[in-house]
């Protein structure tokens, strides 16, 4: 019996999946560090506590972008296909099963 869904299919999600996290996690924690930077700096922090509190920050930023991919390309690019499959395997003839 063939795969539902290929390996290559997973493969491609995943590659798609990391390259848009990393990206956007670089983008997000970029926009917020320097949010929170320059908020931290008007307040008189010192730099290596701002070092340290933005990484912090940009972190807790990716996560959420990183559910939010995860569901969208999980959804788009694995579950809408296996839905197809498994209609295409229903509607074929029993003799084909």
Not at 22 to 40: K, M, P, T
């Amino acid at each position: 019996m063939e795969k539902l869904i290929k390996e290559s299919r997973y493969f491609v999600t995943w590659l798609v999946f990391w390259i848009c996290s990393a990206i956007g996690g670089v983008v997000l924690g970029a926009v917020g560090g320097f949010v929170v930077g320059a908020i931290l700096g008007a307040a008189g922090i010192g730099a290596n506590n701002i070092k340290v509190i933005c990484g912090g920050v940009g972190f807790i930023l990716s996560i959420p972008l990183s559910y939010i991919l995860f569901r969208v390309f999980v959804g788009n690019m694995i579950v809408k296909k296996a839905q197809k499959r498994i209609q295409d395997i229903m509607q074929e003839s029993p003799t084909k099963r």
